[in-house]
């Protein structure tokens, strides 16, 4: 497994996460991963274990599996969420039906990952919840980066001054980049988040999209903003970076 | 007796449904019987009694209509000439105590007595009415004999009359008993036919169209479908196990072509991306598997919504439609506006992308593609028509099926599933899914039941 040439990897003081996951063979092998990528990673074997260092300890981000022996991963969220430990969680399921997810959704999750994933996936969706700012302006109404200006108002788009027309998909897709400039964000993500498909579009639907945003924000323009992540997915990020 | 003991020496006789039936319907006579009995008894005996008194009574008054001086005579005359009976006559003089003719009277009150007297050495019950009369009190009397004869014969009659209802309510209820009983053990037979994995067992129907040869049809209706899901479900599992053998199967010999052959890190690398897809394509046949699965269990219209259908495929068409300008096709839409229906949006969803990817997988780049609906009273026909090759109308059931590839089609991408998915989803719906052809292309036609709002 390689890791991701996305920025911000390595940040001076490492991310904290605490892995909440019975199966041994997936603990390690999350945790190796989240080692690599320079994580500093607390593991827990089942739920009580995990409500317990969650409020001992500070994290960034607390990966729960969904099914746990002692205390199953709906009790664990909802328990922590009831102490106030606001700490992001990523849910990880073998159940990856739509009824499941918003079942973890409402109980407090963050994000919902269902097994099996590949760990780019995984990576992206921590690294997306981790540097999620604390206090972000609920509502901002301009997004920006470099010579990339969104309007959320007035619902439009300016490069460099310029004026670029995109449909209403492609307005959400470059919205969401914008939100995460920076991350990684995987094809899952954008389909769940953009399109809020449920299921993996066996044509080249994502692909399509991002190829006529990248025509529209960067044909006539020097720098590339929107890059693939090989084998991982896209990240919009500063052409200096 | 001959029929219970037949019946006791059938193998567990006594414990069939059929026997007793018989016993509790003999039972059930005897007591009609009885019943009968005492209520007959009770009325012919009374009315006896009353016609006994009656015969007294006038035979008393015409006694004592004759003149006084004659009297003595007549009764004496009348006790000797019939000294059995039946009819006894008794006069006692005023102020005597000697009593004339052949009924003893013992008593002094007149109205009706009970008396038994001995008569050649017999008992005779009789009964008895005295009367004053002048110069004396007069008394005549009846035998019983006529009562007791009668009440013997009712009795016999009773007891013999009881007991062959009773015998023939025990035949009769255990042959009816036992003609059903007989058609339910068929029933039982076949199910454990069943039971022992003959699925293939049927109930036979009489062919008299009764209640029995109903429950026939219902269950032999029940076992066709629990044996069209068996059958399904074996097929599925063996379409499982073909279909994975083959991306196994390169996996395996991708790996030990590398693991024999392998020089250096890239092709190493190489070899393990290639592993890596072939698992990832596995594990998407699971998923795929399991939703379907998922789709088909849950309860019917749990969390349906009112969805706005026009708008929905607004929304994914407007999704496919670069890749469809990108392979040179064009994707029309006729639609109405404000068209609803209750149902699961993301499945939905999921259906119309499932048809449209369709037509983009096994259909020519630059095949056209039209998306319309019109609706009436209750439905929306919804429908993807392309101009493709179209499918032979024999294959139309086929295409539905978990893995189904047409042999036109094995030489394109996809899994085999998208079509029975669209079929998990439009079950769930209510949605009737129908191929037609297109002359030329296919045209797959959804009826969806309407919403209002």
């Given amino acids: 497994m390689r890791a991701q040439s996305c920025p911000n990897e390595h940040v001076a003081e490492p991310m904290r996460i605490l892995l909440i996951e019975d199966d041994a063979e997936t603990r390690r092998y999350i945790q190796r991963g989240l080692d690599e990528l320079g994580y500093a990673v607390t593991c827990a074997a089942n739920g009580a274990e995990g409500v317990m260092l969650a409020s001992e300890l500070e994290h960034d981000v607390i990966v729960l599996d969904r099914l746990l022996p002692r205390l199953d991963g709906l009790s664990v969220l909802k328990a922590l969420r009831s102490a106030q430990i606001n700490t992001p969680v990523l849910m990880l399921t073998a159940l990856a039906e739509v009824e499941a997810r918003v079942e973890g959704i409402e109980a407090g999750a963050d994000d919902y990952l269902s097994k099996p994933f590949a760990f780019t996936e995984l990576a992206a969706r921590i690294g997306a919840l981790a540097r999620r700012p604390p206090l972000r302006d609920p509502t901002p109404t301009r997004l920006r980066l470099a010579d990339l200006e969104m309007d959320l108002l007035r619902r439009e788009v300016h490069r460099g001054g310029e004026l670029i027309d995109l449909q209403p998909r492609e307005f959400k897709l470059l919205e969401y980049f914008l939100r995460n400039a920076g991350r990684v964000v995987t094809r899952t993500m954008l389909l769940e988040q953009v399109w809020d498909y449920h299921f993996d579009p066996k044509t080249s639907v994502v692909e399509t999209h991002i190829s006529r945003l990248r025509g529209k924000i960067e044909r006539n323009f020097q720098s590339q903003l929107l890059h693939t992540v090989r084998g991982a997915g896209y990240c919009l990020k500063e052409p200096d970076e | ?453």
């Fill in chain 2, 1 to 453: 007796m001959s029929l219970v003991t037949a019946i006791l020496n059938r193998e567990n006789g006594t414990k069939t449904a059929a026997f007793r039936t018989g016993v509790g319907l003999a039972l059930v006579f005897g007591v009609i019987a009885l019943i009968l009995f005492v209520i007959t008894w009770f009325a012919v005996r009374n009315y006896v009694e009353q016609q006994l008194q009656q015969n007294v009574k006038e035979e008393a008054a015409e006694i004592a209509g004759v003149p006084a001086a004659r009297r003595a005579q007549v009764i004496t005359r009348l006790a000797s000439q019939k000294p059995d009976g039946p009819y006894f006559y008794g006069y006692r003089p005023k102020g005597s105590d000697t009593t004339l003719g052949n009924l003893p009277m013992h008593y002094t009150q007149p109205g009706w007595h009970s008396v038994s007297i001995q008569v050649d050495g017999r008992r005779v019950e009789l009964l008895a009415k005295a009367v004053d009369i002048p110069g004396g009190m007069l008394a005549v009397a009846r035998n019983r004999n006529s009562e007791d004869a009668l009440e013997d014969i009712l009795q016999g009659a009773f007891v013999a009359a009881g007991l062959l209802s009773m015998l023939l309510a025990l035949a009769a209820g255990w042959f009816t008993a036992r003609r059903y009983l007989v058609r339910i053990e068929q029933v039982s037979e076949s199910a454990t036919r069943i039971a022992d994995g003959d699925l293939t067992a049927r109930i036979q129907p009489s062919g008299k169209d009764d209640e029995f040869d109903r429950l026939a049809y219902a269950l032999n209706s029940m076992l066709e479908r629990i044996q069209q899901l068996m059958e399904g479900m074996r097929q599925v599992s063996s379409d499982i196990a073909h279909d994975l053998r083959t991306p196994l199967t390169h996996l395996r010999q991708n790996l030990e072509q590398v693991m024999l052959q392998g020089e250096d890190l890239p092709s190493y690398q190489r070899a393990v991306e290639k592993a890596v897809l072939d698992v990832d394509r596995v594990l998407e046949t699971f998923a795929a598997l399991l939703r379907i699965a998922r789709i088909e269990s849950q309860p019917l219209r749990t969390a349906f919504q009112t969805i706005d259908l026009t708008d929905l495929v607004v929304t994914v068409v407007d999704d496919y439609k670069p890749v469809f300008e990108d392979q040179g096709r064009k994707l029309r839409v006729e639609l109405l506006p404000c068209v609803y229906c209750l149902g699961d949006r993301a499945l939905l969803l999921q259906l119309l992308a499932n048809l449209l990817e369709n037509t983009l997988n096994h259909t020519p780049e630059g095949t056209p593609v039209t998306v319309s609906f019109h609706i009436d009273d209750t439905h929306i026909h919804l429908s993807v028509t392309d101009r493709g090759p179209g499918i032979d109308p024999a294959y139309h059931d086929y295409v539905f099926r978990r893995f189904a590839r047409l042999d036109t089609a094995r030489s394109m991408p996809g899994s085999g599933l998208g079509m029975a998915m669209v079929a998990a989803i439009s079950e769930r719906h209510g949605i009737k899914i129908r191929l037609l052809d297109a002359a030329p292309g296919l045209r797959v036609s959804l009826q969806i039941p309407r919403a209002f709002v």
